[in-house]
């Protein structure tokens, strides 16, 4: 038996697992309007890449969202509308943290975090460059 063929086995079954659950993350997020949609699937379409091409063909194929997919697998596009709701979604979930109990430390960590990612998306273009 080789060693590297069944690693690769299980790293194929832990990135398909992996994928998956961030596929039940995301149609949470289609519900939850402070959770995200879009990232999840981006992170499982990068899960299933490696692991599963008829779930990344499935992926690249939905009808809502395989456009935004292929668009962020080709140039790493985000549309501004993604941006939008995920600034809006990270605002009403950083409200709730600051009505919650938790320490004041976690509300600065919550808050750099997601300027961080607030940055990194305004940095990345909203529409395919022109050909």
């Known amino acids: 038996m080789n060693i590297k063929a069944v690693f690769i086995g299980y790293k194929n079954m832990w990135f398909k697992a992996l994928g998956l659950m961030l596929v039940a993350l995301g149609i949470i ?13 981006i992170l499982a379409l990068t899960c299933f890449t490696r692991s599963s091409p008829a779930l990344e063909h499935w992926l ?7 456009v935004t ?4 697998q080709a140039h790493k596009v985000v549309p501004v509308k993604a941006k939008c709701y ?3 979604g990270m605002l009403i979930g950083f ?9 004041i430390w ?3 960590m919550v808050a750099m975090i997601e300027i961080a990612v607030m940055v990194y998306l ?10």
């Not at 997020?29 to 699937?41: A, E, K, R, S």
């Not at 997919?69 to 962020?72: A, G, I, N, P, S």
């Not at 409200?95 to 320490?103: G, K, V």
């Not at 305004?122 to 050909?131: E, F, G, L, N």
């Open 95 to 103: 409200i709730f943290l600051l009505y919650s109990s938790a320490p």
């Open 69 to 72: 997919l292929k668009q962020w």
């Open 29 to 41: 997020g289609i519900v939850l309007p402070v959770m995200p949609t879009t990232i999840f699937f």
């Open 122 to 131: 305004i940095k990345r273009p909203s529409t395919p460059p022109h050909c």
């Open 106 to 108: 976690v509300a600065y």
């Open 60 to 66: 690249l194929n939905h009808p809502r969202y395989g």
């Open 86 to 88: 995920a600034a809006i």
